[in-house]
């Protein structure tokens, strides 16, 4: 994971390779990417398998992987498989990433020519750059680095949610450092004329877009005690994919219901 900036068509997967097995066919080393758009996980985006580079610099052996061909200012899920050549065909080796909780799916987003768009994408890189972390321990309730979300500002066995949020967008977002609960970042949006109802969701959304969740379901804001951000409205499942701080004491990308379609 990285925050540099991707391409308005697509990006690079950098995939590490833990298994011996895989490492064993690093010569003859074949990738078969599955992409699917965070707008319609029900639809597959064609990948042609390719032959992969194995570098092999003396620490983790790993591959580069150019997808292209994409839409601009539009959040990506990635798996990857690895394959073989022998004498009687194609070979799988390794399990298929993401598949398993351990294995994480890669999520990034493409770039834009817009500058507002372009400002969303680095938000949501740097969100999941920080997302990576917490899958290898480094953040949240392991946090071998920061111990729960005192990374984003908040203080040990604190709830991160908002802190988390306003950490990621910071550097984007002009006055929101400091608004530390979900009221003060309501009131942010609501002064800036930026906020709308969940009906509107589908429409109106955009990458990065704050969200003010109440866990316990009521809709009220006086009910609203969790901060997340929106990712993408998906047309397959009717639900809509989040980037949340502090949902079980880590950083996590999830899907919740609106409501409604």
Not at 53 to 65: E, T
Request: glycine letters at 8%; a positive charge; one cysteine or more.
């Amino acid at each position: 994971y990285s925050t540099n900036p991707t391409r308005n068509d697509g990006f690079d997967v950098k995939v590490y390779i833990n298994d011996s097995n895989t490492r064993n066919h690093k010569n003859n080393l074949y990738a078969q990417l599955t992409i699917q758009s965070l707008t319609n996980t029900g639809k597959t985006i064609p990948f042609e398998r390719q032959k992969v580079n194995v570098v092999d610099d003396g620490k983790l052996p790993y591959v580069k992987i150019s997808v292209n061909n994409l839409s601009p200012a539009t959040v990506y899920k990635v798996s990857v498989q690895f394959s073989y050549k022998d004498g009687t065909g194609d070979k799988k080796v390794g399990a298929e990433s993401g598949l398993e909780k351990k294995d994480y799916p890669y999520y990034t987003t493409t770039w834009s020519n817009d500058p507002v768009e372009r400002a969303r994408s680095a938000i949501l890189l740097r969100g999941f750059k920080e997302y990576n972390a917490s899958n290898l321990g480094r953040v949240g309730y392991r946090g071998t680095d920061k111990i729960d979300g005192t990374k984003y500002g908040a203080n040990k066995e604190e709830q991160w949610c908002s802190e988390f949020y306003v950490w990621v967008t910071q550097d984007n977002l002009k006055e929101i450092k400091g608004r530390t609960n979900v009221r003060r970042l309501l009131d942010y949006f609501q002064d800036h004329k930026s906020t709308y109802d969940r009906s509107r969701i589908r429409d109106r959304a955009k990458r990065g877009d704050y969200i003010a969740v109440a866990t316990g379901g009521d809709e009220g804001d006086d009910k609203k005690d969790h901060s997340a951000m929106f990712l993408a409205y998906d047309e397959s499942t009717k639900m809509i994919w989040t980037l949340e701080g502090n949902w079980g004491n880590e950083v996590v990308i999830t899907q919740r219901d609106t409501g409604g379609d």
